[in-house]
């Protein structure tokens, strides 16, 4: 309970960090909204791959903890820090001079003033990719030791200066989108020099990153965590780009359709934070008993915090359903938005009490056991044949209305739990190596 606790407050502070940000960012007008909306989609790309990278560095750490030897995870913790410095580093070199070609390639031809604003905005994120790379390995080795309160402060640090930041850059220099950037960028700038010097400081931690110099490549170590990381990376990012499929076709329905997604949006998200919370406790439990060869312990874990899942994704849910009538008297929407919206709300909230665990929780005790390439491909195949197919099936086969994405998304939820529970009953993730 101790590390799960922080984990779901952690999460409400990092979503809390996007409404801060759009909130503040709004009375700058329709092309800055639009603009940094823009380039967030984007960014939300870039962060799956450095939270795949270090959740195989966490899934490495915690298996050698298991094993107790700490000297070890030390040294693939070490290794973690070296490859997120350089693939985040090689990141900013590739997009930073191009960053105008590579909206014109993702976007297309948009409004010039939107475009203008975008890459102001996209101008300092990319300088900030480093950073926020090196603040999740940070924090993923902290919840490897147990210790999750560390990346809770630190995320309430990084909304605190977001937002003082925000309104200094914003609204007394005048800066507008480009002080909004800024903002985030220090806000990151700080929490990765803050983590990384708690992790090289540390007296008796099982985990510390001293002696980093010189450099000393390991290759057998990366090797196990590019086990883990790149399936992990492929898997995120496959996602995404169903996600951004499916967005299109919501915006074919009109702009009633469009808003009430985005309201249902509102309700996924934070019917999702106990969920993920958990699920990411899921890494340093489940890992640290596999590393110890002790799988009946993994499986016992495994089926408690499943259980507290339950508990929280029922309790924040229903809360969700109770408060619909009350939240939609904050959108100033049209009465057809707001049907849309209390629909797919009501259908993710509902469905997520059951469904959403198995789809998504457990896949992180397979990750941690060193199984990703299952989990990879079960979500592939869930999410382009299921959730994209049914939905685009539904909607032009059958006349199914912008409902039809919710649909679906029910249904890839019910594929994908079931192929990890038929995965991790099989016990063929017990067969799986990584160091």
């Given at each position: 309970m101790r590390?799960l606790w922080p984990?779901?407050?952690?999460?409400i502070?990092?979503?809390?960090i996007?409404i801060?940000?759009?909130v503040?960012?709004?009375?700058?007008?329709?092309a800055?909204?639009g603009?940094?909306?823009?380039?967030?989609?984007?960014?939300?790309?870039?962060v799956?791959?450095?939270?795949a990278?270090?959740?195989?560095?966490?899934?490495?750490?915690?298996?050698?903890?298991?094993?107790?030897?700490?000297?070890?995870?030390?040294?693939?913790a070490?290794?973690?820090?070296?490859?997120?410095?350089?693939?985040?580093?090689a990141?900013?070199?590739l997009?930073?001079?191009?960053?105008?070609?590579?909206l014109?390639?993702i976007?297309?031809?948009?409004?010039?003033?939107?475009?203008?604003e975008?890459?102001i905005?996209?101008?300092?994120?990319i300088?900030?990719?480093?950073?926020?790379a090196?603040?999740l390995?940070g924090?993923?080795?902290?919840?490897?030791?147990?210790n999750s309160?560390?990346?809770?402060?630190?995320?309430f640090?990084?909304?605190?200066?977001?937002a003082?930041g925000n309104?200094?850059?914003?609204y007394?220099?005048?800066?507008?989108?480009?002080?909004a950037?800024a903002a985030t960028?220090?806000?990151?700038?700080?929490?990765?020099?803050?983590?990384?010097?708690l992790?090289?400081?540390?007296?008796?931690a099982p985990?510390?990153?001293?002696g980093?110099y010189?450099?000393r490549?390991?290759?057998?170590?990366?090797?196990?965590i590019?086990?883990v990381?790149?399936?992990?990376?492929?898997?995120?990012a496959?996602?995404?780009?169903?996600?951004?499929?499916?967005?299109?076709?919501?915006?074919?329905?009109g702009?009633a359709?469009i808003?009430g997604?985005?309201?249902?949006?509102?309700?996924?998200?934070m019917?999702?934070?106990?969920?993920?919370a958990?699920?990411?406790?899921?890494?340093?439990?489940?890992?640290?008993?596999?590393?110890?060869?002790?799988?009946?312990?993994?499986?016992r874990?495994t089926k408690?915090?499943?259980?507290?899942?339950y508990?929280?994704?029922i309790s924040?849910?229903?809360l969700?359903?109770?408060?619909?009538p009350?939240?939609?008297?904050l959108?100033?929407?049209?009465?057809e938005?707001?049907?849309?919206?209390?629909l797919?709300?009501t259908?993710f909230?509902?469905?997520?009490?059951?469904?959403?665990?198995p789809?998504y929780?457990?896949?992180?005790?397979l990750r941690?056991?060193?199984d990703?390439?299952y989990?990879?491909?079960?979500?592939?195949?869930?999410?382009?044949?299921?959730r994209v197919?049914?939905?685009?099936?539904?909607?032009?086969?059958?006349?199914?209305?912008?409902?039809c994405?919710?649909?679906?998304?029910?249904?890839?939820?019910?594929?994908?739990?079931?192929g990890y529970i038929a995965?991790?009953k099989s016990?063929?993730?017990?067969?799986?190596?990584?160091?």
């Amino acid at each position: 309970m101790r590390l799960l606790w922080p984990l779901i407050i952690d999460q409400i502070l990092i979503v809390l960090i996007g409404i801060i940000d759009t909130v503040m960012v709004a009375h700058l007008g329709d092309a800055a909204v639009g603009g940094v909306s823009l380039v967030d989609s984007i960014n939300v790309l870039v962060v799956n791959v450095f939270s795949a990278l270090t959740t195989g560095g966490a899934v490495v750490c915690s298996q050698y903890l298991g094993r107790r030897n700490p000297s070890q995870a030390s040294a693939s913790a070490k290794q973690l820090v070296y490859i997120t410095i350089l693939i985040s580093g090689a990141l900013v070199l590739l997009m930073f001079p191009g960053r105008l070609l590579v909206l014109k390639l993702i976007y297309g031809h948009i409004d010039p003033g939107i475009m203008k604003e975008a890459e102001i905005y996209f101008f300092f994120t990319i300088l900030s990719y480093p950073f926020i790379a090196l603040y999740l390995a940070g924090a993923a080795l902290f919840r490897t030791m147990g210790n999750s309160r560390v990346g809770m402060w630190i995320s309430f640090l990084i909304n605190v200066l977001n937002a003082v930041g925000n309104a200094v850059f914003i609204y007394l220099c005048g800066w507008g989108v480009a002080g909004a950037a800024a903002a985030t960028l220090i806000s990151r700038f700080v929490a990765a020099l803050v983590i990384m010097y708690l992790l090289a400081n540390l007296k008796e931690a099982p985990i510390n990153i001293r002696g980093m110099y010189p450099v000393r490549i390991l290759p057998s170590i990366i090797k196990s965590i590019l086990k883990v990381a790149v399936p992990n990376g492929i898997e995120g990012a496959t996602f995404q780009v169903g996600k951004l499929a499916l967005a299109q076709l919501v915006s074919t329905f009109g702009a009633a359709a469009i808003a009430g997604n985005a309201v249902g949006n509102i309700f996924m998200t934070m019917g999702n934070l106990p969920g993920i919370a958990i699920a990411q406790a899921m890494i340093p439990v489940v890992g640290q008993s596999v590393g110890a060869g002790d799988f009946e312990g993994a499986k016992r874990y495994t089926k408690k915090l499943m259980f507290y899942s339950y508990v929280a994704m029922i309790s924040f849910n229903t809360l969700n359903l109770l408060s619909m009538p009350l939240v939609f008297k904050l959108f100033a929407m049209s009465a057809e938005s707001l049907a849309y919206g209390r629909l797919f709300g009501t259908i993710f909230c509902t469905a997520a009490m059951v469904f959403w665990i198995p789809a998504y929780g457990l896949p992180f005790a397979l990750r941690a056991a060193g199984d990703a390439k299952y989990t990879m491909i079960v979500s592939a195949i869930a999410m382009w044949v299921v959730r994209v197919g049914v939905a685009y099936l539904l909607a032009y086969a059958f006349g199914v209305g912008a409902v039809c994405v919710w649909i679906s998304m029910v249904c890839e939820w019910l594929v994908r739990g079931g192929g990890y529970i038929a995965r991790w009953k099989s016990g063929k993730w017990q067969e799986k190596r990584i160091i």
